[in-house]
């Protein structure tokens, strides 16, 4: 063992130590509740999905730093795993604050299910709760194959460490952490308000489209072209026959344009917008699917200032990757490594970085957008669950780079 790798094991050794020394059970009031029935505007109806059903902020370790390390839920209402929910999933805030799911939040992952304790699960996560807590969401994806009305109405249940060991296994209950600040230990913690799912036709609300790569606030050097991209979604059985994009100057009415996609169902999209000045700018999106059904997003707003450079470079940023082959078991093996520059090799800090991957066996797209450090520079880690070749893709501030790198994901 190298001695860097030494010192760092006992840096976080010392930290899990001291987290435990001062962690003690945490109860029901601690934990800050929103109610998610705001998202709600008609009963859900099959394949929907974000589908907010729990919002919920999870204390630190009575202000420090910790780390969550698993997570059950259940439903006081009548539906449960397949009579209803098809899929939970969980999130954390990121970006632009409050639920906005797809492409947008961080997908934490989907639920496990427990027909014993009729729970919900997540476990084996490392997920760094802050010192004001971490706010995480719970969506719904509601399942096909309804056969009659349901309602949600999602709980934290009450502590329950079966083994009274400090770690989670299937069967317990409640939010466990590495300092031991398992909670809720007095009371179970519930939204406060139903939501239903009702029985009857699919395919009665337009697809959601989202752009991943540009959010409310955004400030971006003023420079000829910008590459837009973004992922669409039937909110049914159908797919997305079009999506639209509108940028206007702050204010004035929409002027809708055509994006591009490779794909029929614009599952994926891009749209190269040639920016005519600086300003600020209003962005929405409009979509169809195949019986009409049509959406239109909310505007987010962002500002092109001229701030003499920092435009991205494409022959000067690099991408690159440390293998090219690695296990589908879900765990982190191959990590991506973007190294943002300007055209004079200077680096650039907080520039937003989409790096996605297409699976040639079925066209499933994995994205995942940051922000580069203080050295224009971020890693990401590319776990993967199913085998098969994949093609990366970086664009780093609406500039797509050239070098596309493959891995291949074989089965164990």
């Known amino acids: 063992m190298t001695m860097r790798k030494t010192i760092s094991f ?90 906005q799911g797809m492409g947008i939040d961080k997908k934490v992952g989907e639920a496990n299910w427990d027909a014993t304790s009729f729970t919900w699960y997540w476990k084996d996560m490392a997920l760094i709760i802050p010192e004001d807590g971490l706010r995480v969401f719970i969506s719904v994806e509601v399942e096909d194959h309804l056969d009659d009305s349901r309602t949600v109405q999602l709980v934290i249940p009450k502590l329950i460490d079966n083994n009274d060991d400090g770690k989670f296994d299937i069967g317990d209950k409640g939010v466990f952490v590495y300092s031991g600040n398992d909670g809720p230990a007095d009371k179970e913690i519930n939204n406060i308000s139903t939501q239903s799912i009702r029985y009857g036709p699919s395919d009665q609300e337009g697809p959601k489209s989202v752009i991943t790569n540009l959010f409310d606030g955004n400030q971006i050097p003023l420079q000829d072209n910008f590459i837009i991209s973004g992922l669409s979604k039937d909110q049914g059985r159908l797919s997305s026959k079009l999506v639209q994009i509108s940028i206007v100057e702050q204010g004035s009415p929409d002027n809708w344009q055509d994006v591009f996609s ?77 190294e943002v ?45 199913v085998a098969g070749k994949v093609t990366l893709t970086a664009i780093i501030g609406g500039v797509e780079l050239d070098y596309h790198p493959e891995v291949l994901f074989v089965s164990e």
Do not use: C, H
């Open 10 to 99: 006992l840096i976080l050794s010392l930290t899990f130590a001291s987290l435990a020394i001062f962690a003690q059970a945490s109860i029901s009031s601690d934990f800050t509740l929103q109610d998610a029935s705001y998202n709600q505007t008609e009963p859900w109806k099959r394949l929907q999905f974000d589908k907010l059903a729990l919002d919920v902020v999870i204390p630190s370790n009575n202000g420090e730093v910790d780390f969550l390390q698993a997570f059950s839920i259940m439903n006081l209402g009548t539906a449960y795993y397949g009579k209803g929910i098809g899929k939970l999933v969980l999130w954390t805030d990121e970006r632009t604050t409050g639920f």
């Open 341 to 385: 520059k300007d055209e004079n090799g200077n680096p650039l800090a907080n520039r937003n970085v989409e790096l996605s991957y297409i699976r040639s066996t079925d066209n499933y797209i994995a994205r995942n957008t940051q922000t580069t450090d203080e050295k224009g520079v971020l890693v990401w880690g590319m776990p993967a669950t």
């Open 262 to 338: 490779d794909r029929l169902d614009f599952g994926r999209w891009t749209y190269n917008w040639s920016i005519p000045g600086t300003g600020d700018y209003d962005i929405r999106l409009k979509s169809r699917d195949l019986v009409e059904n049509e959406t239109i997003s909310d505007i987010i707003t962002i500002t092109v200032a001229d701030n003499g450079g920092g435009i991205v470079s494409a022959n000067q940023s690099k991408l690159s990757i440390d293998y090219s082959e690695a296990k589908a078991d879900g765990r982190i093996y191959v990590n991506a490594l973007v």
